[in-house]
């Protein structure tokens, strides 16, 4: 951040401390997100090296390639989602802050549990889309509409196994001011 740490985020850094199953939770999805943020890398760099690939065979070699735009928008649907728990964790997200430094510790930290409050209703209502769109396309059989042809259930999948997880960690920030866990 350009300004420093901000009063709502100082506490937000770390997965909780203590011994309610809300901060083992959030301990074990610190150490999922941690591992998912990996693979996630991986395929933004896979992504980037089969555009970098497509765009040199089309300009040495005139070669068509059909399979590597949907091959690098499945990277990069996969990574963006699959990492919004992790992004989540670490209060990541864009938001408004005009008025952290207006209000008290305590008024912010209510702030923040009813903004987490409504962006898990949100959340909830894409995952079950982004499940019931998963399954009708594996159960329909739909592909995409290149010659490549490859399930369109993979990135709706990872779509909705991303969101499933954000909804997650959501819940257990929810649950953690009532468990009287801390994040360090």
């Not at 070669?63 to 989540?88: I, K, S």
């Amino acid at each position: 951040m350009i300004h420093g740490p901000l009063p709502d985020r100082d506490d937000q850094t770390g997965a909780a401390a203590g011994k309610s199953p809300a901060a083992a939770l959030d301990r074990s999805l610190a150490i999922l997100n941690n591992i998912i943020v990996v693979f996630a890398a991986i395929a933004l760099v896979a992504a980037c090296a089969i555009l970098s690939y497509s765009v040199l065979s089309r300009a040495l070699f005139k070669a068509a390639n059909y399979w590597q735009d949907e091959a690098a928008v499945f990277l990069l649907v996969g990574a963006t989602f699959m990492t919004a728990a992790y992004v989540q964790q670490h209060r990541g997200h864009i938001g408004i802050e005009a008025f952290v430094g207006l209000l008290s510790p305590l008024a912010n930290r209510i702030r923040l549990w009813l903004v987490d409050a409504a962006t898990f209703l949100f959340c909830a209502f894409f995952t079950w889309k982004s499940w019931t769109l998963a399954h009708e396309a594996y159960v329909d059989g739909q592909v995409s509409n290149s010659m490549w042809s490859p399930p369109l259930a993979i990135p709706y999948a990872l779509m909705a196994l991303g969101m499933s997880l954000l909804c997650v960690q959501i819940i257990v920030q929810l649950a953690l001011p009532f468990a009287g866990a801390r994040r360090p």
